[in-house]
């Protein structure tokens, strides 16, 4: 625990806490005290920054810190236009920052804090440095503009055009021909118009003060992306088709409405549905306009089709020639000479970064990132050092996240970092020197800030918060202020050296009133796998003394997105079900939230054991943590129950229903039911597509295994989710009810979607999860009576 967790919890001991409550813990969480939600460095260096949530109010208000003092503020209104924005972009020298405020370009001079604003009213993104120093350059809309620093002049420098090119030559077409050859009139205008049309390139061409041509790019394209050199000299466009199938949207009714109609929303398509069209990458030439098409040939594996054995066994044929892939970033280097370019094949079995110049059309690959079950979504930054020719990347290729170096002609890469942990949201230092990243070294669950020169140096971990969220480094490289949490603690901000050292704290939200309870501290547990060597990390919640020869009810609380890690120091997610926890060991319960296998936080394979299974691999990891309370812990193997959401609910079904031996209770919150019905960008990752693989969809579909059903279930669902689509739990209802079974319920949420906002509707779906409990594995079933 965090030295401000502990000072919260000791300091607030002598304060009465009020009786621990459903209601309590369902209110509006304004009552625990709100967080840091994002901070960064006055440009200055002597000041923070952050935005906090105002009590009882949806707006968030601006703070400013001294670090002198520590004294903070509330900023005014008027006094918001002379501060500074997040993620400010530096020059070469560190004596200028760029930053890009309510869709408005600034410029702050650092040697004497005069700020200048560069536009007005474009919605400018994108800022950056010109190579030499002497520009900013921005882009709205697909359009990029410069500033003149000295003179401020805002020029467009590139403008592509997803339009056919008004002075191209029409196609042949026999009877315009004969219209012309006819009707001398308009063979004169057409003449007239391409002679105005020659003159005014002339004109541009010689005359440096006018702004340069629009670029067309076709009318069956869309612009997806673009990114400008800094040397002003090429922009490099990522186009897609502009009509590609997209496939047959899902309709959602709304019932409760301020009109007092219903209502229907389109949303998201389903899997397989509407598969990512491929991009193409084009270069433009920005003083001649003219525009070539890069080729991907040389991408290794590009023309390879992973899923060729799984074709043929559907009947189909393997892919032909090259597989579609998507540009998903672009980095130039400072000086606007080459660029990176991160691709990603459709079926996300492979990532490559290559390298782009303002000559030749065929990329240069560098790296190559293959995976037989899919590119993890994390852990694809990138970009190049100050030398202009070194690119570096995160990689999963060890089988965990880790810091890599490539030279400008590719080749085997370098490892920075190594072993068994992960590394994530890498900055290099201002000087170029070093890198900063998070780091979970300690246990997977142990986030830290570390750096590591670029040297032969180890790594250092420079905080002892335990639970880091994110971090930023100051404008002069000396300082890192650092956003972190911890189990009953909500984001705060502290400050340190770069170097390491004591962190200074700057905020402390927490309302004493929460700080007051006696919450159940979770006990971070290595839970025995019997499928793996390696532990399932999980959080238990238990009395600190157990009664002799008593047994206690269990309750497994699955987290939702698979891909995501609950057992870890920070403050939780869920933080609504950490409290439910508490109560439940108030009420003689043992609660364990394990970090089942797909959890992020535990590398590559951990990640991936769920490829072509699910609800298998993490059904075993639930099985696992039951037993063990059994053996350990005074468990009651009669009584057990599960809940969670979203995939958590999805798990909740998958344990009723293929294990109703083991679990024989159970509330299945906003749940998947059947994989057919969910996205494509998730679901193809792990199952990839129904035609491909009906035999996984179905393997990994409760609603294929509802007969299983014997103990007792809950069903909570908003009416309005437009992620797990409320259809999913009716279509679950229906085959229920065709089954005749007879110890379920749906709960219904008219104005929910996927997360829950208002308190009356967690409350009301908690006291139904506790009210299932009590009546089918709480001290009533042990009776007897359930």
Not at 175 to 188: D, F, M, P, S, V
Not at 235 to 243: A, K
Not at 404 to 411: A, D, Q
Not at 684 to 695: R, V
Request: hydrophobic share 40%; glycine share 8%; with cysteine.
């Amino acid at each position: 625990m965090s030295r401000l967790a502990l000072l919260l919890f000791t300091a607030t001991s002598a304060l009465a806490a009020e009786p621990l409550t459903m209601e309590k813990i369902m209110a509006d969480p304004d009552w625990i005290g709100a967080p840091v939600e994002r901070a960064w460095w006055g440009l200055d260096g002597a000041s923070v920054l952050h935005e906090q949530k105002r009590v009882g109010s949806p707006l968030r208000d601006l703070h400013v810190t001294a670090l002198k003092d520590g004294a903070s503020r509330v900023a005014g209104d008027a006094e918001r236009a002379g501060l500074d924005a997040a993620d400010a972009v530096f020059d070469l020298r560190r004596e200028r920052a760029l930053f890009v405020r309510d869709g408005d370009l600034f410029l702050r001079e650092l040697r004497d804090g005069r700020l200048v604003q560069l536009s007005r009213g474009m919605n400018a993104s994108g800022a950056q440095f010109s190579a030499d120093q002497r520009q900013a350059q921005f882009r709205s809309g697909d359009d990029w503009y410069a500033v003149d620093l000295a003179s401020r002049l805002v020029h467009p420098v590139a403008q592509p055009k997803a339009e056919k090119d008004p002075a191209a030559e029409p196609k042949a077409d026999d009877l315009r021909a004969l219209q012309l050859e006819l009707i001398a009139t308009l063979a004169k205008r057409r003449a007239d118009t391409e002679a105005r049309r020659a003159r005014d390139a002339e004109l541009r061409k010689a005359d440096a003060t006018r702004a340069g041509v629009p670029v067309y790019l076709g009318d069956e394209v869309k612009i997806a992306r673009s990114a400008l050199s800094p040397d002003g000299r090429w922009l490099l466009v990522v186009t897609e088709p502009r009509n590609g199938d997209k496939g047959r949207a899902g309709k959602m009714p709304v019932y409760v409405t301020e009109s007092g109609y219903e209502d229907v929303e389109d949303v998201r398509t389903r899997v397989g549905r509407n598969p990512p069209a491929g991009h193409a990458l084009q270069r433009v030439e920005l003083a001649t306009g003219k525009v070539e098409t890069l080729t991907f040939d040389a991408l290794s594996g590009i023309d390879v089709d992973p899923l060729a054995d799984l074709r043929k066994a559907a009947g189909k044929d393997a892919l032909k020639g090259q597989r579609p892939v998507r540009v998903d970033a672009i980095r130039f280097s400072d000086d606007g000479s080459r660029a990176a370019v991160q691709l990603r094949a459709t079926d996300n079995k492979d990532r490559w970064i290559a390298r782009a110049a303002a000559t030749g059309t065929a990329l240069v690959p560098l790296h190559r990132l293959t995976d037989a079950a899919w590119i993890n979504w994390n852990f694809n930054d990138f970009g190049w050092l100050s030398d202009n020719r070194t690119l570096w990347l995160l990689s999963e290729e060890s089988g965990y996240s880790h810091l890599y170096t490539v030279g400008e002609k590719g080749g085997r890469a370098r490892a920075l970092t190594q072993g068994a942990w992960e590394v994530s949201s890498p900055q290099l230092s201002p000087d170029g020197s070093r890198f900063f990243f998070l780091c979970n070294r300690a246990w997977p669950g142990d986030y830290e800030v570390c750096d590591k020169a670029l040297g032969k140096s180890a790594v250092r971990e420079l905080t002892a918060l335990d639970g880091v969220e994110d971090f930023s480094v100051s404008p002069d490289g000396k300082q890192l202020l650092v956003r972190h949490s911890s189990t009953y603690v909500p984001a705060q901000i502290s400050v340190l050296p770069a170097t390491g050292g004591q962190a200074r704290a700057l905020t402390q939200t927490v309302n004493p009133d929460f700080a007051a309870y006696p919450w159940i501290a979770p006990r971070i547990e290595q839970v025995p796998s019997t499928q793996v060597k390696a532990p399932l990390w999980s959080k238990f919640y238990r009395p600190e003394t157990l009664e002799p020869g008593k047994t206690y009810p269990i309750v497994l609380f699955v987290h939702g997105a698979g891909y995501t890690q609950n057992t870890h120091a920070r403050y939780p997610y869920y933080f609504r079900e950490q409290m439910f926890h508490s109560l439940l060991v108030q009420q003689g319960y043992l609660v364990l939230d394990i970090d089942y296998r797909a959890s992020e936080g535990y590398g590559r394979d951990w990640r991936t054991a769920i490829y072509r299974r699910f609800g298998e691999p993490e059904l075993e990891d639930l099985i696992d943590g039951v037993n063990w309370l059994v053996a350990e812990h005074q468990g009651d193997a009669g009584r057990v129950g599960v809940y969670g959401g979203s995939y958590g609910g999805f798990m909740s079904l998958i344990a009723l229903f293929k294990a109703p031996e083991v679990f024989h209770a159970g509330a299945a919150l906003r749940p998947v039911t059947d994989w057919t019905q969910y996205n494509h960008g998730y679901t193809a990752n792990i199952l990839n597509t129904p035609d491909i693989d009906p035999a996984g969809y179905r393997s990994g579909s409760p609603i294929f295994f509802a007969e299983g059903l014997k103990g007792d279930l809950l069903i909570a669902h908003g009416m309005m989710d437009d992620n797990v689509f409320y259809q999913d739990s009716v279509r679950l209802a229906q085959r229920l009810i065709e089954l005749k079974k007879e110890r379920w319920e749906l709960a219904s949420y008219p104005l929910e979607r996927h997360g829950f906002v208002e308190p009356d509707a967690w409350l009301d779906e908690y006291r139904r999860i506790f009210a299932l409990f009590e009546r089918s594995i709480g001290a009533k079933a042990a009776d007897g009576e359930r």
